[in-house]
């Protein structure tokens, strides 16, 4: 259950009243919200009197759920927004890795002779083999400050594990927590009392309910900029990498108050598929997509296969322009 109690209130008393509910608080600028888990059903005693309005909720999908709040959440990013009232698709484009100051520049000028607001580009990797590249860490993050001071992109970088969050959260413009990391609870907390967008992927074995509860742990920490993607689950399928779940984009689409982005590439795993896949993405009618491009993908470090080189991604670029107008969306 959510209730919302006056913001007049004293904090203490709004405190000692969320301890008796057994409830998270979080003060709003205009409100209290307390959460309880969403067996409760019916108002607690502590809190009659109090409550200025309360929401019962079916699961604990509970501050990402349209049940509860109907408008997609706004997000700015650079000059625009996503979600709000706009029905804007932001590009997020950029290597798997960053893997040195020259490839991070060329990745740069291509995205920005597209007007492309946001570089994305792995620091720290987590890999399905030990054995692989793992990112160039904070001199990583380093170059791609430099590129947001030069170039005027905002940056989008991903956070594997606990030993550098802060780092991550501190350089990046928008955070991204990986599909093999989306349950750790350290870094969902850390983001969640980021002040900064997060986008969380969903893991390739979770369900649609446990990747929305996670992005209730990030919000229920303070931190309601959370975009959700989709990135491919896994199927008995292999001859893709994974397959994209596009039902799950309507669900999400249709349940929770959160934009929701789709990331073809790593979907599926192979560079040919890659523009047919975003322009069916974009035909969902999603508040952006994700895509990989590096300048020479034969030589990538990581996730080779998949990326587009920069014609590839040109191209696919001004062909996802008339599916958006088709669908009554702008490209962003
Ligand atoms: C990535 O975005 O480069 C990545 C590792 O993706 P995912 O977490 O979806 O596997
Ligand atoms: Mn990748």
Request: hydrophobic share 40%.
């Amino acid at each position: 259950m959510i209730i919302h109690l006056p913001v007049n209130m004293a904090q203490q008393q709004v405190e000692d009243l969320a301890r008796q509910a057994e409830a998270i608080c979080l003060k709003k600028a205009d409100k209290y919200v307390l959460i309880t888990s969403s067996k409760v059903k019916s108002l607690p005693d502590a809190l009659k009197g109090y409550a200025s309005e309360h929401f019962v909720l079916d699961t604990d999908m509970q501050l990402s759920s349209r049940q509860y709040d109907a408008s997609v959440g706004r997000i700015d990013i650079a000059d625009t927004y996503i979600g709000g009232d706009q029905r804007n698709t932001l590009m997020i484009a950029g290597p798997c890795s960053i893997e040195s100051e020259e490839q991070i520049e060329q990745s740069c000028q291509m995205l920005l002779s597209l007007g492309i607001k946001v570089l994305r580009a792995g620091c720290y990797k987590p890999r399905t083999s030990p054995y692989t590249f793992r990112g160039l860490g904070l001199e990583g993050l380093k170059l791609l400050a430099k590129m947001r001071d030069k170039y005027g992109l905002k940056i989008c970088t991903e956070v594997r594990d606990s030993t550098h969050v802060a780092e991550v959260i501190e350089y990046a413009d928008i955070v991204q927590i990986g599909a093999k990391s989306m349950y750790d609870h350290s870094l969902l907390t850390a983001c969640g009392k980021a002040r900064k967008p997060v986008i969380l992927k969903r893991g390739f074995g979770t369900t649609l309910q446990e990747f929305a509860n996670c992005a209730d742990f990030i919000m229920s920490c303070g931190n309601e900029q959370v975009i959700l993607c989709e990135r491919g689950i896994r199927t008995f399928e292999t001859k893709t990498r994974f397959t994209l779940d596009l039902c799950g984009v309507a669900w999400l689409k249709h349940y929770t108050n959160r934009p929701v982005i789709l990331d073809p590439s790593h979907a599926m795993g192979y560079d040919y598929g890659v523009p047919d896949l975003a322009r069916a993405c974009m035909a969902m009618g999603v508040d952006g997509l994700l895509i990989e491009t590096h300048p020479t993908p034969c030589v990538a470090k990581s996730d080779a296969a998949q990326q587009l080189d920069h014609d590839a991604f040109r191209q696919m670029y001004a062909s996802l322009k008339p599916v958006a107008a088709a669908v009554g969306r702008q490209l962003v």
